[in-house]
């Protein structure tokens, strides 16, 4: 079965300055998707970021980007210059083609004025 | 674009009681999932439709929990009787195709069962 996992139940950062956030997953197949999903108290759940695994450039929105290592199986966040908005429990996905999402258990992050 | 709307976001119920929840996707979205968050942890797949049909629903505990998609648009999700375990997060979302697109996920109904 497909496993994700986020090793860092929570973090903290100071405003402006940038934070990375870890991911790792467990997989035999070569195409799929992994997404970082932001989940604010409000609850409502957001795509922050996707990237498909036979692309080799790594994803960019804003100031949200990915360091994604297929071979390492390893797909990281990096926030930079954090805003107290940006807190919220982030959760890293991954999805094989046509196959369900499965999510890890999240990271807390907390953005300090 | 309107998101995928949900109600109500909060129930509280006793133990053996009845609750449902309602989803409206996106409009011309055919896929439709309902999730299971339980506190501090990642959502959970509970059902996938596709249109009004069911495409996996091999995570939903179908001896008290029950699910609809009538017409392939708005769904509800039905727990009878409720258990104290069943306290969580239920989100749905939705995607314009089966799994091999993007999922977008509505604001979630928040169930206490005392």
């Known amino acids: 079965a497909q496993t994700v996992t986020q090793s860092q139940p929570e973090m903290s950062v100071q405003e402006a300055e940038t934070v990375t956030l870890s991911c790792t997953y467990d997989t035999s197949e070569s195409n799929y998707y992994l997404f970082w999903y932001k989940q604010p108290p409000s609850r409502q759940m957001i795509l922050v970021i996707r990237?498909?695994?036979?692309?080799?450039q790594n994803a960019t929105e804003n100031r949200f980007s990915v360091n994604f290592q297929k071979a390492a199986k390893s797909f990281s966040l990096k926030i930079s210059d954090s805003q107290l908005g940006d807190t919220a429990m982030y959760f890293c996905a991954f999805m094989e083609y046509g196959n369900k999402l499965v999510f890890g258990a999240g990271t807390i992050l907390r953005v300090k004025s | 674009e309107a998101g995928v709307a949900q109600s109500p976001r909060y129930k509280i119920i006793e133990k053996r009681q009845s609750v449902a929840f309602w989803c409206n996707p996106i409009s011309g979205h055919a896929t439709l999932y309902w999730y299971q968050q339980i506190l501090g942890q990642g959502p959970k797949l509970l059902i996938q439709?596709?249109?009004?049909?069911?495409?996996?629903d091999s995570q939903l505990p179908k001896d008290r929990f029950s699910a609809e998609r009538l017409k392939g648009v708005d769904s509800t999700l039905k727990i009878q009787p409720a258990k104290l375990e069943d306290s969580a997060v239920y989100l749905c979302a939705s995607s314009q195709a089966p799994r091999a697109d993007t999922q977008y996920f509505g604001p979630g109904t928040r169930l206490t069962v005392l």
């Open positions: 990237q498909e695994a036979y692309k080799q």
């Open positions: 439709f596709q249109n009004n049909g069911v495409v996996d």
